[in-house]
Nanobody, 124 residues
């Protein structure tokens, strides 16, 4: 069983919304930061958002600030990425990932565990 399993991807029109979920097993959100990353065809992987285990604050890449919101639910061992005002350039495979014990700037770490990814396509 994978420790991280994403769901919620799909096809959406520009301006629409999607909510991604990441179900977490074997890893505690008290000790692991969780990040969302994405990779578009022919492009490098990009950090989108993360929540540190220490302060529970979310950080966002400039490209998604004001449009995406990341949250976590410790009772459900899950994290979520609410994506609003989606643009064609948001099209990518989205991955959730985990790394042990980070500071607030949790996108700046090398992540140890990765999900299999979920495709998000923004197109009319």
């Amino acid at each position: 069983q994978r420790p991280l399993v994403e769901s919620g991807g799909g096809l959406v029109q520009p301006g629409g919304s999607l909510r991604l979920s990441c179900a977490i097993s074997f890893l505690s959100l008290d000790y692991y930061a969780i990040g969302w990353f994405r990779q578009a065809p022919g492009k490098e992987r990009e950090g989108v958002s993360c929540i540190s285990n220490n302060d529970g604050r979310a950080n966002y890449a400039d490209s998604v600030k004001g449009r995406f919101n990341m949250s976590r639910d410790k009772t459900k061992d899950s994290v979520y990425l609410q994506m609003n005002s989606l643009k064609p350039e948001d099209t990518a495979v989205y991955y959730c990932a985990a790394v042990y014990d980070t500071g607030t700037m949790c996108l700046n770490y090398d992540y140890d565990y990765w999900g299999q990814g979920t495709q998000v396509t923004v197109s009319s």
